[in-house]
């Protein structure tokens, strides 16, 4: 059972324009959330993360939003740029520690294009 | 900076083969997590470790164990390769929530 969802596998968005990528969760004691971006023949890096007590994160043309009623984040990238093409990973966490593992959902392909 | 290395970036071996994955961090975190990423099944959590000697299962733990003999060394074993072990595995290492990534190791067995 998905306790992340990322319903889309794939988007495509013209460069310049806002990429929006969603993730639900269904498990309410989920307090942590990341969003990680992945090249091919890469391992994944750390992008932005939101605490439930906030519903809004930004860093740069990342920002994140936080919609606890609906269980929803979503991931925006203003503007879009050819170098922001690779698959992101929403992550979540069910308390502030490392010793949980993090809960991943399957991804979605970011493709800008220029 | 952080820094998570892995032995290999690309791994051929042949069915039955014993194989071994290393994964060596260098900023002292107690956590360390082995995952595999296949097309569409996004990143699936193998094994995981708090702290050494210590070894947890993951969500697919089955043909795989775990070593982890000194804090910044985790290793990935594969008992008795198999083709349906041929993917993508990926390294990571935290001390609070953010895990750090490995390159990955693209191991194909045939």
């Known amino acids: 059972d998905q306790q992340v969802k990322q319903n889309s596998p794939s988007l495509s968005v013209q460069e310049g324009r806002i990429s929006i990528l969603n993730c639900d969760y269904t498990n309410s004691m989920f307090d942590y959330f990341l969003w990680y971006k992945k090249y091919p023949a890469e391992g994944p890096t750390f992008l932005i993360s939101i605490s439930s007590i906030k519903d809004k994160n930004e860093d740069g043309r990342f920002t994140v939003f936080l919609n606890k009623s609906a269980k929803h984040l979503s991931l925006h990238i203003v503007p879009s740029q050819p170098g922001d093409s690779a698959v992101y990973f929403c992550a979540a966490s069910p308390i502030n520690s490392g010793n949980t593992p993090l809960v991943f959902g399957k991804g979605t392909r970011l493709s800008v294009i220029a | 900076d952080v820094k998570v290395t892995q032995s290999s970036r690309y791994l051929v071996k042949r069915t039955g083969e014993k194989v071994f994955l290393e994964c060596v961090q260098d900023?002292?975190?107690?956590?360390m997590f082995w995952y595999r990423q296949d097309p569409g099944l996004g990143l699936r959590l193998i094994y995981f470790s708090y702290d050494v000697k210590m070894k947890e299962k993951g969500d697919i733990p089955e043909g795989y164990s775990v070593s982890r003999e000194k804090k910044e060394r985790f290793s990935l074993i594969l008992e008795s390769a198999s083709t349906n072990q041929t993917s993508m595995y990926l390294c990571?290492?935290?001390?609070?929530?953010?895990?750090?990534f490995g390159p990955g190791t693209r191991l194909t067995v045939t």
């Open positions: 900023m002292d975190h107690e956590n």
């Open positions: 990571a290492s935290s001390k609070g929530v953010v895990q750090y």
